[in-house]
Nanobody, 123 residues
Framework: VQLQASGGGLVQAGVSLRLSCVAS????????MGWFRQAPGKEREFVAA?????????RYADSVKGRFTISRDNAKNTVYLQMNSLKPEDTAVYYC????????????????WGQGTQVTVSS
């Protein structure tokens, strides 16, 4: 599957952004989906994940819990990351990821990666 992320930008602290990731193929609903991020000089870290199917189960990193929401629209082959109350420490390149058969949490869980979209939050 190919993943195309978009929606990043330069914003001020406190505002919201919504990232989108469109997947190719006809079996999108069967994939576990998630978002990771990588700040300069740091390792890529888990942000959020949603299970396959209709996406009733989600998981979040503690640093974004209560501010970010992951969701999926299988009819549009798209996974979203709604980011509210953005902070400067959220600045990173955000990557969407897909896994065939496991819930995403570790980088090694992902079978496919998107190209990344830059999010920069100024104070």
């Amino acid at each position: 599957v190919q993943l195309q992320a978009s929606g990043g930008g330069l914003v001020q602290a406190g505002v919201s952004l919504r990232l989108s990731c469109v997947a190719s193929g006809r079996t999108f609903s069967s994939y576990y989906m998630g978002w990771f991020r990588q700040a300069p000089g740091k390792e890529r870290e888990f942000v959020a994940a949603v299970n396959c199917g209709i996406g009733t189960t989600t998981r979040y990193a503690d640093s974004v819990k209560g501010r970010f929401t992951i969701s999926r629209d299988n009819a549009k082959n798209t996974v979203y990351l709604q980011m509210n109350s953005l902070k400067p420490e959220d600045t990173a390149v955000y990557y969407c990821a897909a896994a065939r058969s496991r819930v995403l949490y570790l980088r090694t869980d992902a079978d496919f990666w998107g190209q990344g979209t830059q999010v920069t939050v100024s104070s």
